[in-house]
Nanobody, 120 residues
Framework: VQLQASGGGLVQAGGSLRLSCVAS????????MGWFRQGPGIERELVAS????????HYADSVKGRFTISRDSAKNTVYLQMNNVKPEDAAVYYC??????????????WGQGTQVTVSS
């Protein structure tokens, strides 16, 4: 499975950004998908995850109500919609996939990171 993340960039605090993760080699509908982030000097954290059957989903407390993970099976793509972005959301964001049943900490496949920078 190969994952290609994109969509990062500079966003003003309070603004929105949508990250995309295109998968190849396996359909996202057969995988547990997750978005992680890692800021400077901070451990990588799981931001959002989605079961292979879309529901249920999980969000870190810090992003609940602001971020939404979703999937377009026809495009084999998973998204992370980021609304009301805060300065503390600045980080490198990674998409990841696992063949394990949700929820899992065992993500086998990783995309390259996409940088999100927030201006205040």
């Amino acid at each position: 499975v190969q994952l290609q993340a994109s969509g990062g960039g500079l966003v003003q605090a309070g603004g929105s950004l949508r990250l995309s993760c295109v998968a190849s080699g396996r359909t996202v509908s057969s995988l547990t998908m997750g978005w992680f982030r890692q800021g400077p000097g901070i451990e990588r954290e799981l931001v959002a995850s989605m079961s292979w059957d879309i529901s249920p989903t999980h969000y870190a407390d810090s992003v609940k109500g602001r971020f939404t993970i979703s999937r377009d099976s026809a495009k084999n793509t998973v998204y992370l919609q980021m609304n009301n972005v805060k300065p503390e959301d600045a980080a490198v964001y990674y998409c990841a996939a696992s063949p394990a049943v949700w929820p899992t900490k065992d993500y086998h496949y990783w995309g390259q990171g996409t940088q999100v920078t927030v201006s205040s």
